[in-house]
């Protein structure tokens, strides 16, 4: 049984590995909108872009997180990477 739960957890360590990948690779993405938002002289906040993040995310839920709860957590996302610094 023990064996059992040690493997479940390193597919869990997986998935959270591939997780941090990915938020990585975001941030990246996010990083070259902001830049050209900059040069470009436009607002960093897009708050409908935000919103239809938001609705998307909640639709394409098939688990068992609440949907408010999905929303908290890719509203900390979203908020985190506003915190990014460009330079």
Do not use: C, T
């Not at 900059?38 to 993040?53: G, T, V, Y």
């Amino acid at each position: 049984e023990l064996e059992d739960i040690e493997e479940i957890r390193n597919k869990i360590d997986e998935i959270d590995i591939r997780l941090i990948e990915l938020l990585n690779q975001r941030e990246q993405l996010y990083l070259e909108i902001k830049k050209l938002k900059i040069a470009q002289s436009l607002p960093i906040l897009d708050k409908e872009r935000e919103d239809n993040i938001l609705n998307m995310v909640k639709k394409r839920n098939e688990g068992l997180i609440k949907e408010s709860e999905v929303e908290n957590i890719f509203r900390l996302l979203l908020q985190a990477m506003r915190g990014i610094d460009v330079s």
